[in-house]
């Protein structure tokens, strides 16, 4: 897991509300990516930031939203409008331009009540 | 845009057995392939990768092969012991500068003592 962390480790949210999943890095990576992992299906990308106040949507990015206001965090959050969000979170960051090797946190799981 | 088929979705051996896992990728200008080993409730760590440069690459008990003209490239481990037993990603990264990778569905390896 290196130095990234996520949490919170399990969330359970009611249906309408929005949660946001925090992930914080100490290894001064300048990129970080959120992926969500469902059964069978692999890890799927749903944002990314290569630098401090910018971000680009993935593939799956309806119904999430991210910042990133300070290179070590990269807030995502899932909001009312994601209509399947129970699923397993992945944060994930690397250095920008020196490496292609991604360094994954933990992960959150959410389910959806 | 790039797709990774992954093959097989579960895989169990005998102790001391080798396994061996096949990834495909449609994107011929990719150029960095790495593998991800997946512990359960676990986020995914690097355990080897390869560039578009080089062939085959090994460590210790574990190679990865690479293919560019099948597009195809593979894992394979020897000597299995239990703790082997987990789920493994294989991915490939498009030619870009954001460093998005795109993962296979995955594999679950049983190792059986």
């Known amino acids: 897991d290196g130095g990234i962390t996520q949490s919170p480790k399990y969330l359970f949210r009611k249906e309408g509300q929005n949660v946001t999943l925090s992930c914080e890095q100490n290894?001064?990576?300048?990129?970080m990516y959120w992926y969500r992992q469902d059964p069978g299906q692999g890890l799927r990308l749903i944002y990314y930031s290569q630098i401090v106040n910018d971000f680009q949507k993935g593939d799956i990015a309806e119904g999430y939203s991210v910042s990133r206001e300070k290179k070590e965090s990269f807030p995502l959050t899932v909001t009312s409008a994601q209509k399947n969000p129970t699923a397993f979170y992945l944060c994930?960051?690397?250095?920008?331009?020196?490496?292609?090797?991604?360094?994954f946190g933990p992960g959150t799981r959410l389910t959806v009540l | 845009g790039e797709n990774v088929e992954q093959h097989p979705s579960t895989l169990s051996v005998q102790e001391g057995d080798s396994a061996v896992i096949k990834c495909t990728y449609s994107?011929?200008?990719?150029?960095?392939f790495p593998w991800y080993k997946q512990e359960l409730g676990k986020g995914p760590q690097l355990i080897i990768d390869?560039?578009?440069?080089?062939g085959e690459k090994k460590d210790q008990r574990i190679a990865v092969t690479l293919n560019k003209t099948a597009k195809h490239f593979s894992l394979h481990i020897t000597e299995t012991q239990p703790e082997d037993s987990a789920v493994y990603f294989c991915a490939a990264s498009p030619p870009s500068n954001t460093g998005k990778l795109i993962f296979g569905q995955g594999t679950t390896l049983q190792v059986k003592p």
């Open positions: 994930a960051s690397k250095e920008y331009g020196l490496t292609d090797t991604q360094y």
């Open positions: 994107d011929s200008a990719s150029n960095y």
């Open positions: 390869i560039r578009s440069n080089v």
């Open positions: 290894l001064n990576h300048d990129a």
